[in-house]
């Protein structure tokens, strides 16, 4: 079976809590260490359990194309990747879901990192900005306390 395809469906921008996002991972990549996998150049992508399962996540509709099948899948609920963090300066950071459907992968879901003020908005605070290393590892310590395996990867 396919994953859900885009065609006219609009985002669906609220999430519930105990909604999962599932990311892949490549068969290298030891599950102790399946967090630092997280890269921030670009919001890192995961597929949405409200329109995918687990293993939609590495069928070539929702990997541009490429075969992913021998990776593997891991969880992690939206509360734990909607989390604030702060920097040494007290800058905020707030992690948010972002439900960014493809053509081929209506589930793709980015998570991105907006720069706040407490909660207030700062200018251009609503695009994802690269976090800086110390943000960046706090996020991936709180996702790792939270991620589960569902697919292992196929070594």
Do not use: W
């Not at 609220?14 to 967090?35: I, T």
């Not at 992913?68 to 989390?83: D, L």
């Not at 909660?119 to 991936?140: E, T, W, Y």
């Amino acid at each position: 079976m396919e994953p859900v395809k885009h065609g006219t469906r609009q985002e669906e921008p609220c999430f519930k809590d105990e909604e999962q996002l599932f990311r892949r991972f490549p068969p290298e990549v030891k599950s102790e260490v399946l967090a630092t996998s997280i890269r921030f150049d670009e919001p890192p992508s995961f597929c949405r359990s409200k329109f995918a399962r687990p293993e939609d996540t590495i069928h070539r509709n929702c990997a541009d194309g490429q075969d992913v099948s021998r990776f593997g899948v891991f969880a992690v609920p939206v509360a734990a990747a909607r989390i604030i963090l702060k920097d040494t300066n007290q800058k905020c950071y707030h992690f948010e879901p972002k439900h960014r459907p493809e053509p081929t992968c209506y589930a793709h879901t980015e998570i991105h990192c907006l720069m706040r003020k407490d909660s207030d908005v700062l200018a251009g605070s609503d695009i994802h900005s690269k976090p800086p290393l110390i943000v960046r590892n706090q996020f991936r310590a709180r996702i790792a306390i939270a991620l589960v395996e569902v697919i292992p990867a196929k070594h």
